[in-house]
């Protein structure tokens, strides 16, 4: 068995479990499935191609551990654990990254380095389920009337919220105060953070429903000084570095072993459960 690809999806998808032999230890078909609930994806068979790929890993490592008596046959999940961090410690490791490495990302990069930006923000909700189409049809419409009313009088913003919001910032004329990024669903600060001052022509969807938005004030993001990051810096980049460190490790263990049943994929991100 091998991962599906996303360029060829078969035509009639099977959701058989396999066992999997590694290095003649035996991966039963039970502990496959068990595994399965841990990798939530689009298809019960990528589901099972990533539980075998991390039961693999998981295999190869304990049985490196026990090679080099870091593991014992009878240990529980966290000597396990343990055991596995000692040996990625010891053969997969990686240097910390210097302070000349950490300025020059800092130099190269500046732009991913800001305070985050704010915005002053009002807004009248319409609520309407996510499964709800028809809801969401006739709210749509009414939302754009209200945004079409309001950007030619912006001023009776807190008044229409009072009327129509079903959001308790109503009580506030729609008042949702400062807004940094992270602090509201992803798909309203991605709209929101994209406005001009004023009412937004606009509404914006959520899962909620729409929302008629008055921007009262924007503030950009300000560049950081280096100090102001560095430590930052200094643990993306050894982050960075174990993972490769890892990656390399695991693929140099796959290509030692015998593996029958699965043709395992190496993952960028080691799934070491």
Known sequence: MSCPSSATAPAAPTYEINPIVVNGETIAESEIAQEVQH???DSVE????EASNALIIQSLLKQR???EGLLQEQADAVQEENAISQLLEREAYAPAATEEECQRYFEANRSHFCSSPLVEVSHILLPAAPDDVKARIELKEQAEALALQLCANPGLFAEYAARHSACPSKETGGSLGQL???QTVTEFEKAVFNLEEGVAEHPIETRYGYHVVLVHRKVEGQPLEYAMVSDRVRQY???KAQRKAISQYLH???????IDGFTPQIPGSPLLQ
């Open 252 to 258: 140099v263990l796959l290509g030692e072993a015998e």
């Open 46 to 49: 990528q589901a099972i191609c």
């Open 180 to 182: 940094s990024k992270g």
């Open 39 to 41: 990798h939530p994806s």
């Open 237 to 239: 980049l050894n982050e």
């Open 65 to 67: 551990a026990r090679q």
